[in-house]
């Protein structure tokens, strides 16, 4: 099992929200039933033989080898962000979810919200085909309506692409743009932001990034180095990166106010608890952030 990013992520990190769901109910910390419909088929054996515990154990200490941190980071993050997602739907009426670069999770369908929201998924053509088909012939057929939009971030402008009926008054919008950032440049993710700063004061932007030190110097950071070989040896990069002392500063360039900023080590901490997340290192550089519009 060769760990591989980039072109490859939202396969192999369906892989891990499916490793992680085939724990025992008293074990895990998250459940997504639809993340072993994308694995492709060399795949498919490993989320087999995760179903049985022991293999489960041997098969995420191998991840964590191979993938420092991958695993326990991805489940935490995925997790604190449904929490925060739900949270905001019920406490503050949010009712259009915008989620970019959404891949495989099926984040909308396994939340299985009551509230009446507007769900969008916006993503490359290509995967975003391919994941509706899977899930139009699963067994495990959503009964959430998602509306999708192919979108190629290099070439077209989101404003040419995306309907103004977004901007209407009678919404409340979040955004959730998660996994994506670091595979970016820095002027397409400047005009993604740019794009979230025209909606009205009050909309919520979810984001994760990676600190922008780990690019240029992966050894300070537990298992960054070997990531960033398998990202080499597939010809990918991780491209874009914030100082996490400078992300005030930097949101507050698009009218944006931070709300949230936390690390792996510290979200981690909230969902397995201090003494297990105090074992757990790696991915340390990986950040989940909250904003809003001012």
């Not at 072993?36 to 498919?44: E, G, I, Q, Y």
């Not at 922008?212 to 180095?225: D, I, Y």
Request: net charge positive.
């Amino acid at each position: 099992m060769k760990m591989v990013t980039a072109s490859k992520a939202a396969a192999y990190l369906a892989l891990l929200r499916a490793v992680a769901s085939n724990l025992p109910p008293d074990e895990r910390r998250f459940y997504d039933p639809y993340a072993k419909l994308f694995l492709p088929s060399h795949l498919k054996l490993v989320e087999w033989l995760s179903r049985v515990t022991f293999l489960n154990h041997i098969i995420s200490w191998y991840i964590d080898q191979r993938w420092t941190g991958a695993l326990t980071s991805c489940v935490a993050r995925n997790r604190l962000i449904d929490v925060m997602t739900t949270n905001l739907v019920r406490d503050e009426g949010f009712n259009q979810i915008i989620i970019f670069g959404a891949g495989y999770d099926c984040r909308v369908h396994r939340l299985k919200m009551k509230e009446r929201v507007m769900f969008v998924e916006i993503d490359d053509p290509v995967k975003q085909e391919a994941k509706l088909a899977i899930l139009e012939n699963s067994p495990l057929k959503p009964v959430i309506h998602v509306d999708s939009i192919s979108v190629d971030f290099h070439k077209q402008r989101l404003e040419d692409v995306l309907p103004g009926l977004f901007h209407n008054t009678h919404y409340k919008t979040m955004f959730i743009w998660e996994g994506v950032t670091n595979y970016f440049t820095a002027p397409i993710a400047d005009k993604i932001f740019q794009y979230f700063k025209t909606f009205l004061p009050g909309t919520v932007i979810i984001f994760t990034y990676v600190d922008e030190k780990v690019l240029s110097n992966p050894e300070q950071f537990v298992g960054a180095a070997n990531v960033t070989k398998l990202l080499r040896s597939n010809n990918e990069f991780w491209n874009f990166g914030i100082d996490p002392a400078k992300i005030s500063d930097f949101l507050a360039g698009y009218n944006m106010k931070l709300e949230y900023d936390q690390g792996a080590d510290t979200y981690r901490e909230i969902y397995y608890g201090k003494e297990r997340a105090a074992k757990m290192k790696g991915y340390e550089y990986y950040r989940v952030a909250m904003a809003r519009v001012q």
